[in-house]
């Protein structure tokens, strides 16, 4: 959408100057429901037809995915469902990251992209994003409060305002800070549900 006021600025350059095709080619959207596309696994990794095979099974490799797309009938050819019910949305989530890994882009949004999926491919999701988006700057919406505590910087919203905007450490150092609550309410929650279990 077109700014209603102020300005967005990337790496210097202000967004609203620059085509919507250059725009849209530097960032990726992990949202919380991953899309995939009615066609192939390739089809949905390369749409445009910019990168050799090679590529492919490389960014589905640091995905931790290549094993099950290898083990497809078809492989890169194996055909996706529409909304890409034959995977599970794991494996929907890590497709769509082997699709923006690919992409190279400067700016990753990680909308919720692990809320809806269970915790060991949330810590392979977790692992791509520290070893192959360094290099880029993410912007991650969380509930999860234990992904994001390693980022440069938390903003924490209240009713769309800012009300904390600090590095992980300096919030969880002061105690009164809203995130520092959310995450002692958080590990509470944890630690009563291991008591449940015995």
């Given amino acids: ?106 700016i990753l949004v990680l909308d919720e992209a692990t809320a809806a999926i269970d915790t060991e491919t949330d810590s392979l999701l977790q692992e791509t994003i520290k070893e192959e988006f360094s290099d880029c700057t993410m912007l991650t919406i969380a509930h999860r409060l234990n992904t994001v505590v390693n980022y440069d910087r938390i903003l924490v919203l209240d009713n769309g305002k800012v009300i904390e905007f600090d590095t992980p450490t300096a919030l969880l150092a002061n105690r009164n800070s809203v995130f520092s609550q959310m995450m002692a309410v958080q590990e509470n929650q944890k630690y009563a549900a291991i008591c449940d279990k015995y």
């Fill in 1 to 106: 959408m077109e700014l209603d006021g102020g300005s967005i600025t990337i790496d210097g350059i202000d967004i609203s100057t620059i085509g919507l095709e250059d725009l849209r080619s530097k960032l990726s959207i992990i949202p919380q429901d991953p899309v995939l596309f009615v066609g192939t696994v390739r089809y949905n990794l390369n749409p445009f037809g910019l990168y050799k095979d090679k590529c492919l099974w490389e960014a589905l490799d640091k995905c931790h995915i290549k094993h099950l797309i290898k083990s497809l009938e078809g492989q890169l050819n194996a055909p996706i469902a529409e909304n890409g019910k034959n995977f599970s949305v794991g494996e929907r989530q890590l497709l769509c990251m082997a699709r923006a890994l690919l992409r190279q882009s400067k």
